[in-house]
């Protein structure tokens, strides 16, 4: 991983966190009750870039990368996927908040950072104080839908759920298409506009590398299996998200796809608001002034 990437956090600490056997990257910077971002695929923290500074005005902003994400280490792979179920990226980043100093914290997280939000809320929550979920619906929700016209619009769980190495090998061929191409097809204009070039220079730099892109495809995997058990575990035990719970979708975006996804999300948080933002996917950089407010809005209460 290239060291000499644009800054895009100015004023913001780089931290690497020694959790057990792995090393968690993180950018923190502000004062004011902890808040955790986590980000989704393919990105990295660098998708909070555009309102993390606002953020950190009026919150301690910690901006993380999952595991086997940008420049956090890459767990191993395994036949049960376990290194990249969501209960354990969870407990992971717990833990790196607490060796941080924050005991308790509110928690957002956009695609794969919001199933690890949202398992964290269900399987930790002494630790979260409120929780913001960006465009996604649980991970069995998804499942359960997953009919032709779903299924084509996010065929990337299919197929980045194939065995290893058959999809990481295939992305790995070729890795700047592919990711330019994901990126593209999931704003609402299908274009790259809304990234800015210093922010591709990150996505570039770390998706290049054949083991975070394996990484990335037992993420999917682990979805595929151990994250949807531990869901319908969840849902059979009755348990929910005890905590506030923001629901935000872009109004173009893939959560979109459905019935309301705010309806969705009662079933685990019957308490739960929320709305769209006029955006595809990519709710912090294609409306991040909307979202910036939401978020202040609701963790700033």
């Not at 767990?75 to 717990?94: F, V």
């Not at 979260?128 to 996604?136: E, F, N, P």
């Not at 394996?214 to 949807?228: K, V």
């Amino acid at each position: 991983m290239r060291n000499n990437l644009p800054d895009l956090f100015p004023g913001f600490d780089s931290l690497t966190v020694e959790v057990e056997d792995e090393w968690l990257f993180c950018r923190t910077g502000g004062s004011g009750p902890p808040l955790l971002l986590l980000h989704g695929y393919p990105q990295s923290h660098v998708c909070w870039h555009k309102i993390a500074p606002r953020l950190a005005e009026h919150f301690t902003v910690v901006a993380a990368d999952l595991p086997g994400y940008g420049q956090s280490s890459v767990p191993p792979l395994s036949d049960d996927h376990a290194a990249y179920s969501k209960r354990s990226m969870a407990t992971a980043l717990a833990e790196m908040m607490r060796i941080l100093g924050h005991e308790r914290f509110l928690l957002a997280g956009h695609d794969r950072g919001g199933r690890v939000a949202y398992r964290m809320a269900l399987d930790h929550p002494g630790l979260v104080q409120r929780i913001a979920v960006l465009d996604i619906l649980p991970t069995s929700a998804y499942w359960d839908r997953m009919d032709r016209q779903f299924g084509l619009k996010i065929y990337h769980w299919m197929f980045l759920a194939q065995p290893a190495p058959f999809p990481d090998k295939m992305i790995a061929a070729s890795p700047i298409p592919f990711l330019e191409h994901t990126l593209r097809s999931w704003t609402a204009g299908k274009d790259l506009t809304c990234f800015t070039s210093d922010a591709m220079t990150h996505n570039r730099a770390w998706f290049c590398d054949p083991d975070r892109i394996a990484a990335t495809c037992e993420d999917y995997r682990a979805g595929a299996h151990i994250d949807d058990a531990h869901d319908r575990m969840s849902l059979d035990l009755g348990h929910q998200i005890e905590v506030p719970t923001l629901v935000l979708w872009g109004d173009k975006g893939i959560a979109n796809s459905v019935e309301s996804p705010l309806d969705v999300w009662r079933t685990w948080s019957p308490d739960a608001e929320g709305l769209a933002l006029p955006s595809g996917h990519f709710l912090p950089e294609e409306a991040p002034e909307e979202t910036f407010e939401a978020l202040y809005r609701f963790f700033g209460n």
